[in-house]
């Protein structure tokens, strides 16, 4: 079976992630103009999108249709959620230092 | 088919008004989207939250649950196999509530298969020759699989229609090599696992996400690793050579004099083998060897005697 890994140097473009994820391009732009992922610019025909950018897009759609939030909303709460997650991840690491 | 009690999965009294069941369902929404909350079951108690929702907000539906429900006694719980959120296939959550062309008959296909029936809606929507929609899944790994790289054998968990409208889950088995040096985070991908295409376009690609299951000693953090190194008083006092464990092995490790609890040492490239390779961070960890001998005892009054030595010298001033 062919299986490749995906490194942040594979992108695509937005007509490929509209094929990719089923979004439309006015969803993708959105998210693009609230500045959930850097892909490159103004001109959107020379967007690239990682495989981090398109997960990360597909959560924010997730948020916005599962909870009735907006564009800016599902942004706000993915900042927050990354933000928790570091605080998580620092908390852990000093727990278990303080267990030696 | 197995009876959901669609109140007690929402939380509220079988007389509740529209507005309790809308309420009860957005806090819910909100406690277990699978997005939000990274424990394990979260995904399948949302599902379940959705699915009651879909049936208790709409008059008709509600209406007819209720109908059929007389004479069941109120759920047994519905229990899905622990973990079951790992490894689960989706292209989407079911619609909420779409609007009801629906009619009767196919109550229970609406109220079980909307996930297929959203996905079939979306193929209609497409050009007729298309490329089927990309699957995500997310895996999680051993962190030594990363080290050297390895195949592994993955079961994910697809829900599908039977004939007779109801959600089964399938079970898919893949092959899959994970690469050396992949980082959490970091997407496989397997050409044409995905949706099947529409007309002569070509099957969608499957994505699976890496995690790592957490590890004995090593804190994984993008490609680098985080160890916590126990040495004595003595090693971080006077410097000392110790071994420390490396994924590619023992090396060792040059402790300088007078080294602070929780000094931070980088072995460059010593971390996950990516390109280029992440470090390992040996972060020092001060034991104090246990007071529980004669012996020991008598060390530790030498020291108080022969050193002068006070931490607390800056609260001295009590102001």
Redesign the interface.
């Known amino acids: 079976m062919s299986n490749n890994l995906i490194t942040d140097k594979s992108v695509i473009s937005l007509n490929e992630l509209c094929q990719s994820c089923g979004l439309g391009t006015k969803t993708i732009i959105s998210y693009v103009e609230e500045g959930l992922v850097d892909v490159g610019g103004d001109d959107t025909s020379r967007w690239q999108f990682t495989q981090t950018h398109i997960v990360t897009i597909q959560k924010a759609h997730r948020l916005e249709r599962d909870l009735r939030l907006n564009p800016a909303g599902s942004v706000l709460v993915l900042e927050l959620m990354a933000q928790i997650d570091e605080l998580k991840n620092q908390l852990r690491r000093y727990q278990q230092s303080g267990e030696e | 088919m197995e009876y959901k009690d669609y109140y007690a999965i929402l939380g509220v009294e079988k007389t509740a008004s529209e507005d309790e069941i809308k309420r009860a369902y957005?806090k819910l929404?909100?406690k277990y989207?699978p997005?939000?909350n990274k424990e394990a079951g979260s995904e399948t108690k949302?599902k379940e939250i959705?699915e009651a929702n879909d049936v208790l907000s709409d008059p008709e539906k509600r209406a007819a649950y209720d109908q059929l429900g007389q004479g069941y006694r109120p759920g047994e719980d519905f229990n899905p196999p622990p973990g079951w959120d790992q490894g689960f296939e989706f292209?989407?959550?079911p619609g909420?509530g779409g609007a009801g062309a629906e009619d009767f008959s196919d109550f229970f296909k609406d109220l079980f298969g909307q996930a297929r029936q959203q996905r079939q809606s979306?193929w209609q929507q497409a050009d007729f020759n298309?490329?089927g929609?990309?699957h995500?899944a997310r895996i999680i790994i051993d962190l030594e699989d990363s080290f050297k790289g390895a195949k592994r054998q993955i079961t994910l968990k697809v829900p599908e229609l039977s004939p007779d409208g109801h959600l089964v889950l399938k079970h898919r088995t893949?092959?899959?090599?994970i690469?050396k040096g992949?980082r959490e985070?970091?997407?496989?991908?397997?050409?044409k696992?995905g949706n099947p295409g529409h007309g002569n376009g070509e099957a969608?690609?499957l994505?699976l996400?890496i995690s790592f299951k957490p590890h004995k000693f090593y804190?994984p953090?993008g490609s680098d690793l985080?160890l916590?190194l126990?040495v004595t008083p003595w090693e971080a006092a006077l410097g000392g050579k110790v071994k420390v464990p490396t994924p590619g092995g023992m090396v060792d490790l040059n402790i300088p004099a007078n080294s602070r609890q929780?000094r931070k040492m980088r072995l460059k490239g010593r971390g996950i083998p990516s390109k280029p390779p992440g470090d390992l961070y040996v972060?020092l960890?001060i034991?104090l060897p246990p007071a529980n001998s004669d012996k020991a005892r008598q060390i530790y009054q030498n020291m108080a005697k022969e050193l002068d030595f006070n931490p607390r010298s800056h609260l001295a001033t009590g102001s």
């Not at chain 2, 893949?174 to 090599?177: A, H, I, R, T």
């Open positions: 957005r929404a909100r989207h997005d939000l949302f959705g292209t989407g959550r909420n979306s298309s490329r929609q990309d995500h893949l092959d899959v090599s690469p992949v985070g970091q997407h496989i991908r397997l050409k696992q969608g690609d994505y996400e804190h953090e985080y916590d126990p929780g972060v960890q034991a």
